[in-house]
């Protein structure tokens, strides 16, 4: 799976930091993976990005969307504006239908 890591997750991952969620370290990690490269701004992603809707000001994030779109790449990042765009999203934490079925199994004390 060819990813495209956003800065932060990046950070987390090397760091071994708790706020990126283990499902996402996993896929980080997979052995399908060839390990961090970086990869150059060509002219066809800042056409891309210069096409893009303004959802999103952050100009580094907007080139990561349009380096995604050009090159066909899976984004990981928590950041929320991402969502706006037509582009493939890896974050995983655990979904809220898991989250309420949880809830619901589980016996709540009656006062």
Known sequence: MD???????????????????LKTKKIIENSENTGFELLPITINQILINSGLENHHHDPFDRMIIAQAICENLKIVTKDDYFKNYSVSLIWNKQPVATFLAYIFSHKVPQY
Do not use: G
């Open 3 to 21: 990813l495209l890591i956003d800065t932060h997750a990046v950070i987390w991952f090397i760091t071994a930091d708790s706020k990126l969620p």
